[in-house]
C-alpha cells in the first residue's frame, strides 16, 4: 500500500461520520470506504490526476465519483467541524490570538475553461488574475496553535481585506458568546483599513494589525502578540506539502477546498 495510508486511529476517529456501507447485494462488490479514502489522500498528497490512480485503490472512476459524492453531500467540511467541536470540548483551541492570512495558489491549465471569469462565478470557480497570473487565493483563519478555524476561496486578484468579514463568518466555531471569542486577531498589513479595526473591536477583540506605510502609527499596537502571527504563514505552508493544495488542478473551487479540509483533518486527529 501507500506511505499515505489512513491509520486505524485516523480511520477510528471519522468512520461513524461516513455514510452507511451500502450492504452486500449480487453483482459488482461495493468498494470500501477506507480504501476510497485512502485513495483520495494519494491523489491530495502526490498532486497525480484522478486517471493516474494505482488498481489497489480500486478504479478511479469509483473513487472519483464518491468524492465528489461526499463534496455534494457536504461530507467533508461536517467531518471537520464535528472533530473540531470535539477539539474545542477538550480545550485544545488557543484563544489567546487568532490569525488571519491569504496566500496565492498557482492555477494548472487544467483549471480553467469550466466557466468564464466574473464577480456571478467567482463562488463556483475562485480564480482570477494576479501578479502570480492565473490563480486562486486561499483566506485562512487559525488559532494560536495553527489549527484551521476557518478558509474561503477569491479569486487571485482579490485584496484579503475584502474577504475580512466573510472569512470571519465562516469560522466554524461560533463568535457570539464571549468565552468562545479570542483576545486577539492578528494580521498583515493587507488588513490595514478602519472597517477592519472597528469591526474587531465591535466584538470585543483586541485587532493586532501593521499599519501600512502611508498610514499613522497605532501606538496601541501589541508588537509582542504580532510576532506570533507567523503561526497562519507555518500552516498555509504546511497545507501546501500536498501538490493538490500547491497547485490548483481543480475546476470547481468546491473539489479545491475539499481537499484543503481532508488536509486539516489529518492534522486535527492529532490532538485528540
Not at 461495493?30 to 476510497?36: L, Y
Not at 473513487?63 to 472533530?83: G, K, N, S
Not at 487565493?137 to 475584502?162: A, F, W
Request: with cysteine; glycine share 6%; net charge positive.
Amino acid at each position: 500500500m501507500s506511505r499515505h495510508d489512513l491509520t486505524d486511529r485516523e480511520f477510528n476517529a471519522i468512520r461513524h461520520l461516513l455514510p452507511t456501507q451500502r450492504p452486500k447485494k449480487p453483482g459488482r462488490p461495493w468498494t470500501n470506504h477506507r480504501i476510497v479514502i485512502i485513495g483520495i489522500l494519494w491523489i491530495l498528497k502526490t498532486g497525480s490526476p484522478w486517471r493516474d490512480l494505482p488498481d489497489e485503490f480500486g478504479k478511479w472512476q469509483t473513487v472519483y465519483a464518491r468524492f465528489r459524492r461526499w463534496i455534494c453531500d457536504d461530507l467533508w467540511r461536517r467531518i471537520y467541524r464535528t472533530l473540531l467541536t470535539r477539539v474545542d470540548a477538550l480545550e485544545k483551541i488557543d484563544r489567546s490570538l487568532w490569525c488571519v492570512d491569504g496566500s496565492v495558489v498557482r492555477a494548472h491549465r487544467c483549471a480553467s475553461g469550466m466557466m468564464e471569469q466574473s464577480e456571478e462565478n467567482d463562488g463556483f470557480v475562485a480564480l482570477g488574475r494576479s501578479r502570480g497570473g492565473y490563480s486562486t487565493k486561499m483566506h485562512v483563519l487559525c488559532d494560536g496553535r495553527g489549527t484551521l478555524l476557518g478558509i474561503t476561496l477569491t479569486g487571485g486578484q482579490r485584496n484579503e481585506s475584502t474577504e475580512f468579514d466573510n472569512l470571519i463568518d465562516h469560522c466554524a466555531l461560533s463568535l457570539h458568546r464571549y468565552d468562545s471569542r479570542p483576545a486577539a486577531i492578528a494580521g498583515d498589513k493587507g488588513y490595514s483599513s478602519k472597517a477592519i479595526r472597528e469591526h474587531i473591536e465591535r466584538r470585543f477583540i483586541e485587532p493586532v494589525i501593521a499599519s501600512r506605510a502611508n498610514e499613522t502609527r497605532d501606538e496601541s499596537f501589541n508588537r509582542d502578540l504580532y510576532r506570533n502571527r507567523n503561526i497562519v504563514e507555518r500552516l498555509i505552508g504546511w497545507l501546501k506539502e500536498s501538490r493538490r493544495i500547491a497547485t490548483r488542478y481543480d475546476k470547481l473551487s468546491c473539489s479545491y477546498i475539499a481537499f484543503v479540509y481532508i488536509a486539516a483533518t489529518r492534522r486535527l486527529i492529532q490532538l485528540l
